[in-house]
């Protein structure tokens, strides 16, 4: 099956600091999301971003899908970015059997 | 509108009992996913249902099985609980469903699993 690896593994920013998530996939793709999960386990969508850029706010992501990888984006980090981020993504072709990375835990301090 | 809802909360077993853990998707939305995440372990995919079938499921023993509604909600079902079922639990809802290169998925709050 197709392997996704997220780094860094662990961040440890201080509030203000910009900071990038990368994304790296083992094959070509159809889907591909970018997730939060807070303290209380639950999962937010960021971005749905199987290829090109998007922004929201202090939050932007691109994807490559032709390089396979992706990058997420948080500038002037608040404490409330603290938690997991995931990346998720879905091979093309066939059923949809949707693959996480491990995550990168982010920790903003004040 | 209305997220995923999941329930219960929590749910607390012990080995050998059976655990059911129910899913409403957003409304419109056919495809129900399920996810087991265990400390430590990142998030395994369980099963997929799409207009009351099962697409997909994933490594996991079958005393996991579900099911889905006509409504598209659905329910899992844990069997034979073991100490290592203790997890959090994740529906998520897709308006693409099978056949479709579109799967955006919008998940739940979770069922946080305890087996004791």
């Known amino acids: 099956g197709i392997q996704v690896e997220q780094s860094p593994p662990d961040l440890i920013l201080q509030e203000g600091a910009n900071s990038t998530l990368r994304c790296n996939f083992s094959?070509?793709?159809?889907?591909l999301q970018w997730f939060h999960q807070n303290p209380w386990g639950q999962l937010i969508n960021l971005f749905y971003i199987p290829s090109g850029t998007k922004q929201n706010g202090r939050l932007s992501a691109t994807t490559v899908a032709t390089e396979r990888y992706s990058l997420l984006y948080i500038s002037s980090s608040q404490t409330t970015d603290s938690g997991v981020y995931f990346c998720a993504v879905g091979p093309s072709g066939g059923s949809y059997i949707p693959t996480f990375g491990r995550g990168t835990s982010l920790i903003v301090h004040p | 509108e209305a997220g995923v809802t999941q329930s219960p909360t929590h749910l607390i077993k012990t080995r050998g009992q059976q655990a059911t853990l129910r899913c409403s998707p957003i409304?419109?939305?056919?495809?129900v996913y399920w996810y087991q995440q265990a400390l430590g372990l990142g998030l395994q995919f369980l099963l997929w249902?799409?207009?009351?079938?099962?697409?997909n499921r994933g490594n996991f023993p079958p005393r996991f099985s579900g099911r889905q509604f006509p409504n598209y909600s659905s329910e899992l079902n844990v069997n034979a609980l073991e100490l290592e079922d203790s997890a959090l639990y994740l529906c998520?809802?897709?308006?693409?469903?099978?056949?479709?290169?579109?799967?955006?998925?919008?998940f739940g709050p979770g069922t946080r699993l305890t087996v004791l």
């Open positions: 409304s419109g939305h056919t495809s």
């Open positions: 249902y799409d207009e009351g079938e099962e697409r």
């Open positions: 094959d070509s793709v159809n889907n």
């Open positions: 998520a809802s897709s308006l693409g469903g099978f056949g479709t290169n579109y799967n955006e998925q919008f």
